[in-house]
C-alpha cells in the first residue's frame, strides 16, 4: 500500500470516529446526565465517573474533533500495536 493510500485510509478512520463521538454527543445531550454518563462510561470505559460527572456539560459542548483529543482512542494501546505489525508485514 502506498503512502497516498495509507493517508487517505487514515483520514477516512479519523472521519469515521468523528462522526461518531458527534453521534454520541447527540444521544448524551437528549438523556438524563446519569444515561449520558453511563453510555460515555461504556464507550470510553479508561476514564473514571468522576471525569464524566465533572466535565460532562463540556463533553456535550465540545466539536467533536476538540473532544476526541480529551477523550482519545477507545484502544489506543491495540490500535498502535496492530499498525506496528501491519507495517512491520509490508516491510
Excluded at 38 to 44: G, K, R, S, T, W
Amino acid at each position: 500500500m502506498d503512502t497516498y493510500t495509507q493517508n487517505q485510509e487514515r483520514r477516512r478512520e479519523k472521519q469515521a470516529q468523528l462522526d461518531e463521538i458527534a453521534v454520541l454527543q447527540q444521544e448524551c445531550s437528549q438523556v438524563p446526565p446519569k444515561v449520558a454518563r453511563q453510555i460515555l462510561m461504556a464507550n470510553y470505559p479508561q476514564r473514571p465517573e468522576s471525569f464524566f460527572k465533572r466535565n460532562l456539560r463540556l463533553i456535550l459542548t465540545l466539536d467533536p474533533d476538540q473532544l476526541i483529543q480529551i477523550l482519545g482512542h477507545k484502544d489506543p494501546t491495540g490500535e498502535t500495536a496492530v499498525n506496528n505489525v501491519l507495517e512491520g508485514a509490508t516491510a
